[in-house]
């Protein structure tokens, strides 16, 4: 785990997020077809006033994307998803002061999101698009490096593993990182996602979930998505509104096993067990 005693300030553009404690980070999709609220904020006034309510309950980040990759989404193109992202990022960061991250793959949207006044890239495909390690690194935003097999569109068609799949999470992420280091990223810049929900089986879900502090050999900062997603569904027989018991269980045992920021769409509610949980570490320490 991170030490806890001492800040870890991440330079994020214009703002400085302090991650010697763990840190909510709401989701904003800016698509008509993501699997929990497509279609609901991507109109720029929607997505002002729900970033608003994210923020008023604690959100630290904004993290706002233009093309779902839940299971079975094709990629969107880059125009269509410039049009989407960049009119919300420039009002969030012009109307809110907010700290904006943006959910892409696209080297021609890092740039713009950058320009715009984006303070994080977050990439679900780690820099592996033509072009993206370039543009994250001239950037000068954080980047967070995320695990998955195959694209969005496949990637939940059997999923296989001839490994445990905390080892290979590790060592995906390991060569990602050597590979930004190699570009000019510096290490600094660098968290790292295991990747909760793309192309693994609930079995693998969870086994990585119990065995995710085997990451803190890569020394960077975790950053973990499960909110609402169909491993709760599948182990509770829940639909995705009914959620949210199973999702504040996730974010606490990912907050115990080294976590330092938790991407939710129920900003409030997580932040209340992700406080108590770091309340009662904060403890042992």
Not at 39 to 59: K, V, W
Not at 216 to 226: N, T, Y
Request: hydrophobic share 45%; proline share 6%.
């Amino acid at each position: 785990m991170m030490d806890s005693a001492s800040p870890t300030w991440l330079p994020c553009g214009r703002h400085r997020l302090d991650l010697s404690f763990p840190r909510v980070m709401g989701v904003l999709n800016a698509t008509p077809d993501s699997f929990s609220d497509g279609g609901r904020h991507n109109a720029r006034d929607d997505a002002l006033r729900h970033a608003e309510r994210l923020l008023a309950e604690g959100a630290a980040i904004i993290d706002v994307g233009g093309e779902s990759t839940r299971p079975g989404a094709t990629p969107v193109p880059v125009q269509q998803e410039l049009d989407r992202v960049l009119p919300v990022v420039e009002a969030l960061v012009s109307e809110l002061d907010a700290l904006v991250s943006v959910d892409t793959s696209s080297p021609e949207v890092m740039r713009a999101a950058a320009q715009s006044g984006a303070g994080m890239l977050n990439d679900v495909r780690s820099l592996q698009r033509e072009g993206a390690l370039q543009a994250a690194a001239i950037s000068g935003l954080p980047v967070c490096l995320m695990h998955m097999q195959g694209e969005p569109a496949d990637m939940q068609n059997a999923p296989r593993y001839d490994r445990p799949i905390e080892e290979v999470v590790v060592d995906f992420l390991a060569d990602r990182v050597a590979a930004c280091e190699a570009a000019g990223l510096r290490r600094e810049r660098l968290l790292l996602d295991p990747g909760f929900g793309f192309a693994k089986t609930v079995e693998h879900n969870l086994r990585l979930l119990n065995r995710m502090d085997r990451l803190e050999r890569l020394g960077l900062p975790l950053l973990v998505g499960m909110s609402r997603k169909s491993m709760i569904g599948k182990v509770l027989a829940r639909p995705v509104e009914e959620r949210l018991s199973g999702g504040l269980a996730l974010a606490a045992l990912a907050v115990e096993r080294g976590a330092r920021i938790v991407r939710v769409h129920d900003v409030g509610p997580t932040l209340d067990a992700i406080n108590m949980t770091w309340a009662v570490l904060k403890e042992g320490c």
